[in-house]
């Protein structure tokens, strides 16, 4: 566990060099001790410091939903999140929702609904659809809509992404992934 | 971001001790809006205080038969707790209308009451603001300002408070619970935000040196007959530029007690206590809710939400179609 108040030196007015801290993570199933100053977001954490690139920085506003990952089993933009903060949480990002070489049923569905083009969004897209899932809150495409608008997708590939989720949702067609895609 | 510290609070004693002694320094909880903040400039902290370990994040039942929520429950697990949607559906409605789930997610009951104003003006530090920069100015009240506030406004400044949970919580009067170094006190709601007045940069009552540890709901909620209706450019996951929150206690078609909220047209959630009086001992009726309605602005909606509440039909949030 990161010490508290006494381990932080007072701040001067002037600039002085960052105060770095250890904040340990399980990222992936896997334990990652990070020393990093307070400011680092998770998604910088993951992106320059545990080459985890997958998680996507779009607005880095809290707007977009590309930096959406899994903490402790639940959806949360990264980019708002400060890394020290997390210390001794669990995290799942887009690299490890897969189970070794077979995809998520949710990455199969999205390749078989064509559920992206340009793809930036879609691992955010993919991480806050197996939130809403876990959640057990949307039961309709309406429901799906709504608690998926913390996710912007700027090709407007949103009818794929819908039917992408309503699909595996309903426990059809995520072992048809010899298809998947084309 | 600036350079800032970072300490964890053990409990509510420590953090108050923790920004008593250092008046620069924030408290973080989901850090959704203060994050954001610091990284506009914005928000400059000398240190954050994490209180996210304190043990604030129960929902219990009081004495009186009401709700104490404790300040670090978060947002969306709030609006699906089975005591606010089966007694308290008009807050749980609130929620859902707001931000996304993953801000949901991430933000605290506390936190909620504490966002800042989504003024670009107050974002864009090259511009004046009289709330970021006292005496500056205010950019907004000649500027792009049709989502700002036109009910209790200054000259110095027609900020809007952005919180679609606030509103809910003005209209079932709520208390704000708070501890700083004289012990706890409680604080009704709506004497929690402030107008702007000629000092915009304060937008609550809460003392620099106190915490909001929970907040108190009275028992009644107002279940039956109730809707939230918000108006926005976006149909998800865009801020109000005007929200509605009614709860109506109907009786063999009188209205006994009416509550009416306005979001998005104030510095604070806008409790309208004149609707309120000319709807209460009155029929629930088209032309009661008409007569109300023409109070004020927002009349359409006022009227749309009335009659929401008293059908028993409330708004829902994930079917857009406004019935």
Redesign the interface.
């Known amino acids: 566990m990161?010490q508290?108040?006494s381990?932080?030196?007072?701040?001067s007015k002037k600039?002085?060099a960052?105060?770095k801290?250890t904040a340990s993570l399980q990222v992936n199933g896997v334990k990652r001790t990070l020393t990093i100053a307070?400011?680092t977001?998770l998604l910088d954490a993951l992106r320059l410091y545990l080459d985890l690139t997958g998680t996507k920085k779009g607005c880095?506003?809290?707007q977009c939903?590309a930096c959406?990952v899994l903490v402790d089993g639940?959806?949360?933009?990264s980019c708002?999140?400060?890394a020290?903060?997390k210390d001794g949480a669990q995290v799942t990002t887009i690299e490890g929702l897969a189970q070794g070489s077979t995809l998520h049923p949710l990455q199969q569905a999205f390749m078989k609904h064509d559920a992206f083009q340009c793809g930036y969004c879609t691992p955010g897209q993919i991480c806050?659809a197996a939130?809403?899932i876990a959640?057990g809150?949307a039961h309709?495409a309406?429901?799906i809509?709504?608690?998926?608008?913390?996710?912007i997708c700027r090709c407007g590939a949103y009818p794929n992404i819908v039917a992408a989720i309503e699909e595996v949702m309903s426990g059809k067609g995520a072992e048809k992934s010899g298809e998947a895609g084309r | 971001m600036n350079n800032f510290g970072y300490t964890r609070a053990s409990d509510v004693a420590d953090a108050v001790r923790q920004i008593a002694a250092d008046p620069a320094a924030k408290f973080i909880a989901g850090g959704t809006n203060l994050i954001d903040l610091m990284k506009e400039n914005v928000a400059r902290p000398s240190r954050l205080i994490d209180i996210t370990h304190l043990p604030l994040n129960k929902v219990e039942e009081t004495k009186d038969g009401g709700l104490r929520i404790g300040a670090l429950v978060p947002n969306s697990d709030l609006s699906y707790h089975p005591q606010i949607e089966a007694r308290y559906p008009l807050l749980a409605s609130a929620i859902l209308a707001g931000a996304s789930q993953q801000l949901r997610n991430m933000a605290s009951t506390g936190g909620n009451l504490l966002q800042r104003t989504r003024c670009f003006y107050f974002y864009d530090t090259t511009t004046p603001c009289n709330k970021r920069e006292p005496g500056s100015g205010c950019s907004a009240i000649e500027g792009i300002n049709r989502g700002h506030a036109i009910l209790g406004t200054s000259k110095h400044c027609i900020a809007t408070h952005p919180s679609d949970m606030c509103v809910a919580l003005a209209a079932l009067e709520a208390c704000v619970l708070a501890t700083g170094k004289d012990g706890e006190r409680s604080i009704k709601f709506a004497d929690f935000h402030r107008l702007p007045d000629d000092t915009p940069n304060i937008d609550t009552n809460l003392r620099s040196d106190e915490i909001i540890t929970a907040i108190k709901l009275p028992p009644k909620g107002f279940a039956a007959n109730y809707s939230y209706l918000k108006i926005r450019d976006r149909l998800s996951y865009a801020f109000a530029l005007v929200s509605i929150a009614v709860g109506l206690d109907i009786a063999d078609g009188t209205i006994k007690e009416a509550r009416l909220a306005l979001g998005g047209v104030a510095h604070k959630p806008w409790r309208n206590h004149e609707a309120e009086a000319q709807l209460s001992g009155a029929p629930a009726t088209r032309e009661t809710f008409m007569r109300a309605a023409e109070i004020e602005l927002a009349r359409r909606g006022i009227l749309r939400t009335l009659t929401q509440a008293a059908r028993g039909t409330p708004q829902s949030q994930a079917d857009k179609r406004i019935k």
């Open positions: 990161v508290a108040s381990a932080v030196p007072k701040q600039f002085s960052p105060a801290m307070p400011w977001t880095d506003h809290g939903g959406t639940r959806r949360i933009y708002l999140t400060l020290v903060m806050s939130g809403l959640e809150k309709t309406d429901e809509r709504e608690l998926m608008s913390g996710n």
